[in-house]
């Protein structure tokens, strides 16, 4: 958790007593937060809701569809954990983050509602920004879950669609040790005769069947939706029978296109459209992007900076690396509950150098020497050094670069936090195009 917001006192006071409050920092179940709910008042963070779950690919698809009902004239409002630079950016009313005094505002009615019940940061934090939502008279709320599904604070909400994108493994102590088990939690966020959208086109059986029990509606990749390369550089989504071409935005990686895809589905299946997608959706989603999925920043090769932190992820952006005609240097920051050998495996044929970056997070923590150690176990011969911290790690890669080789940033939000920070310092600009109103305010 980062500086959340240094220009408000009262906000950041009141996230640093909430980090330390509860004594285990994860602590699922929907009991004690639950109660917490029905004190508030149950607030629904919309009329109606969309709700993503998955391993990877839940922050983007939550993007895409809020760029798609904006598009459509809906007033929404997304709320996504964790964020980069200002934990404002969690909750989004029309692609704007929320104000300070109105988060203090809530963490105090929160608070009031608690009474001597002991909630963890993401649970209280999750509980107020639901309020925030439930006060800005949305028509839509996207909500991206935090861990897993059914157990999770978000799954207090009930969805009228549900979105699960590709599952892999991660946090195997929490939710199992294979994609059935794991796909169960995820599915615990469907309801009874809701629309499920899925990203993969083989989802694990155990989404299926919850969904089958559920009387839900699926509708699954490739087989019931699929997003295509049409004339003149446009995309067209292929829903219902019907044929969407639209202008293609920025995506920051062909992976990319199954989360548009996914987010798109899910909005359309709550606003039909009829035959063809509205002039503003059709022409208006170039203008979107989803920050911190390899973006761009400075000149080419420049940067790339990538949140991601598993091997599902780092397996996406070693496609995109593989597209490249030399190996880039990689900054590598990952927390110690993360699979670090799995990911520096699959980075490594594209990779020059790791430069391993220490992350001070709490319990997660990792130096840069202990992150190093576990990539010396699958690099082979390929150099790999430690920094106690990213900026370090990043300041060598400047160096060994000299303009010349790409730099990957990899491993954390907090990584691509700091990496933002530093390289912004150094006047480097983002530079991934034109910014919708929901892209990154940081």
């Not at 939550?62 to 009902?69: E, F, S």
């Not at 002991?118 to 991206?144: I, K, N, W």
């Not at 576990?374 to 060598?396: H, N, Q, S, W, Y």
């Amino acid at each position: 958790m980062r500086s959340p917001d240094p220009g408000s006192p009262a906000l950041k006071r009141w996230l640093t007593r909430l980090e330390s409050r509860h004594d285990k920092p994860i602590d699922l179940g929907l009991g004690r937060c639950g109660a917490v709910y029905r004190r508030l008042g149950s607030p629904r963070p919309g009329r109606h809701v969309i709700t993503v779950a998955g391993t990877n690919g839940k922050g983007s698809t939550v993007a895409w569809a809020a760029a798609t009902l904006s598009l459509l004239g809906k007033r929404q409002g997304t709320y996504t954990s964790p964020h980069l630079l200002r934990f404002n950016e969690r909750v989004r009313i029309d692609g704007v983050p929320v104000d300070s005094a109105t988060l203090v505002d809530a963490f105090e009615a929160v608070e009031a509602a608690r009474q001597d019940t002991s909630l963890t940061y993401f649970e209280f934090t999750t509980l107020a920004c639901f309020l925030v939502m439930s006060r800005a008279d949305l028509d839509v709320a996207v909500l991206e879950v935090g861990l897993g599904g059914r157990l999770d604070t978000v799954n207090l909400v009930d969805a009228d669609v549900a979105v699960i994108t590709p599952i892999g493994l991660d946090h195997q102590a929490y939710l199992g040790e294979d994609r059935y088990t794991i796909g169960r939690e995820k599915a615990g966020i469907l309801r009874e005769g809701i629309t499920l959208v899925t990203s993969e086109p083989h989802p694990p059986l155990s989404v299926l069947e919850d969904a089958e029990l559920l009387g839900c509606r699926v509708l699954r990749a490739g087989r019931d939706f699929r997003l295509e390369d049409g004339d003149s550089g446009e995309l067209v989504l292929h829903l219902h029978g019907q044929r969407y071409p639209f202008r293609t935005p920025l995506l920051g990686g062909a992976h990319q296109r199954d989360n548009l895809a996914a987010g798109m589905t899910a909005a359309l299946s709550l606003v039909p459209v009829g035959e063809a997608l509205p002039e503003a959706v059709a022409t208006g989603l170039v203008e979107a992007h989803v920050p911190g999925r390899l973006e761009p920043v400075g000149d080419a090769p420049g940067y790339l900076v990538d949140v991601g932190h598993n091997p599902l992820a780092a397996a996406v952006v070693a496609e995109v690396l593989a597209q490249r005609a030399s190996r880039c240097t990689c900054v590598l920051g990952m927390l110690r509950d993360k699979d670090a050998e799995s990911v520096a495996r699959l980075l490594a044929p594209h990779v020059e150098a790791f430069l391993c970056a220490g992350l001070k997070e709490g319990w997660r923590a990792q130096t840069g020497h202990e992150l190093a150690e576990r990539v010396r176990t699958v690099a082979g011969d390929i150099p790999v050094k430690a920094f106690p911290t990213v900026r370090g790690a990043l300041a060598e890669a400047r160096r060994r670069s000299e303009g010349e080789r790409c730099v990957l940033v990899f491993g954390s939000f907090h990584t691509a936090a700091e990496a933002f920070q530093w390289l912004h310092e150094r006047g480097l600009e983002r530079r991934p195009g034109p910014a919708h109103a929901l892209a990154s305010a940081c």
